[in-house]
């Protein structure tokens, strides 16, 4: 059983900078590993995805270039490190498992494994 911990959401200002972490128990080293946030009102939406066998990484469009997902096998830990925040990012961001897949899925029912979300808050 993956269990997923999330941890670092805040406040902080437009253009200011927010670390994430999630927490890993019971994931095996193949598994894919993703965050996703829902605003108020709004469906849950990827955000960014990461292999960690391979490392690789992909990103919604709307947080290319400014946020960053990275793993440390060591510390069974996926984070999300996020700059440049705007108004439009505040949501609950969630931490997502799943077993390894060719194509990382974008949709949430392409994962198995969900944290209990963290809230992030930029104001403008």
């Known amino acids: 059983q993956v269990q997923l911990v999330e941890s670092g959401g805040g406040l902080v200002q437009a253009g200011g900078s927010l670390g994430l972490s999630c927490a890993v128990a019971g994931r095996p080293f193949t598994y894919t590993m993703a965050w996703f946030r829902q605003a108020p009102g709004k469906e849950r939406e990827f955000v960014a995805a990461?292999?960690?066998?391979?490392?690789?990484?992909y990103y919604a469009d709307s947080v290319k270039g400014r946020f960053t997902i990275s793993g440390d096998n060591a510390k069974n830990t996926v984070y999300l490190q996020m700059n440049s925040l705007k108004p439009e990012d505040t949501a609950v961001y969630y931490c997502?498992?799943?077993?390894?897949?060719?194509?990382?899925?974008?949709?949430?029912?392409?994962?198995?494994?969900w944290g209990q979300g963290t809230q992030v808050t930029v104001s403008s």
């Open positions: 990461l292999t960690w066998s391979s490392g690789r990484t």
């Open positions: 997502a498992a799943r077993p390894y897949i060719l194509e990382v899925p974008r949709t949430i029912s392409g994962y198995e494994y």
